[in-house]
């Protein structure tokens, strides 16, 4: 998919192809996409059937780029974009029936290691903070029966994030796990042997190759 991106636009990745492959909902379902980047799972689920799309993101630009995006694959209609602090920006009242996670970072240092992501988008000090603190707030923006769709990876304090997922919501289903080859620059990186020393996160090894695993979720109340 040919998409607009800004110097802060977080880029479609292995894990935004993982989250479209899982998405599935009703025709007309009201979406909320959290960390929606260039809009990108905003327009396919727009593209499936959605009713509204509500996108929102941290990243500077992201209304302008992401309605862009939205409009050059003919779903402007149905789609609209805000810039801010997870759902803060939201006009309130919203009641979605599917949430869209996608903020799952790693940690900060090993973010600055890989250029993985934008300055100050990355996850916090063990990559847990941000999705942690969404799975707090996400129920208060679900319908009655809604549900949500969230990424997580061996890259970040996933055990934290999962533990958190099963307090608040009650109900987790996995949806999708893919091994992702890890680049040699970064497998030896001190900052993410530290991370491994701490247990903080978990590589897996096919001969001389690591890698690390990415997952998607069903979370229903």
Request: negative net charge.
């Amino acid at each position: 998919m040919d998409l607009l991106v800004g110097h802060a636009t977080f880029r479609p990745s292995t894990v935004s192809s993982l989250l479209a492959d899982a998405l599935d909902f009703a025709k007309g379902s009201v979406v909320i996409d959290a960390g929606c980047g260039s809009g990108v799972l905003s327009i396919i689920a727009a593209k499936l059937g959605a009713g509204q799309v509500y996108g929102v993101d941290a990243a500077e630009d992201t209304v302008a780029i992401a309605s862009a995006n939205a409009e050059a694959h003919g779903v402007i209609d149905r789609t609209q974009f805000f810039e801010g602090d997870l759902f803060e920006p939201l006009p309130r009242g919203i009641q979605a029936d599917v949430l869209i996670g996608d903020v799952s970072g790693i940690p900060d240092e090993l973010a600055a290691a890989t250029g993985w992501f934008p300055s100050g988008l990355s996850g916090g000090p063990t990559g847990a903070e941000l999705p942690l603190r969404m799975i707090d707030e996400a129920r208060a923006w679900l319908s009655k029966g809604g549900r949500m769709f969230l990424p997580t990876g061996s890259l970040q304090d996933e055990e934290s994030i999962l533990g958190k997922a099963r307090s608040a919501f009650g109900n987790l289903k996995q949806l999708a796990e893919r091994n992702i080859p890890l680049p040699s620059s970064i497998a030896d990186h001190p900052a993410l042997l530290e991370l491994l020393k701490e247990k903080v996160v978990k590589l897996s090894q096919i001969g001389s190759r690591f890698l690390w695993t990415a997952r998607v979720w069903e979370l229903r109340p």
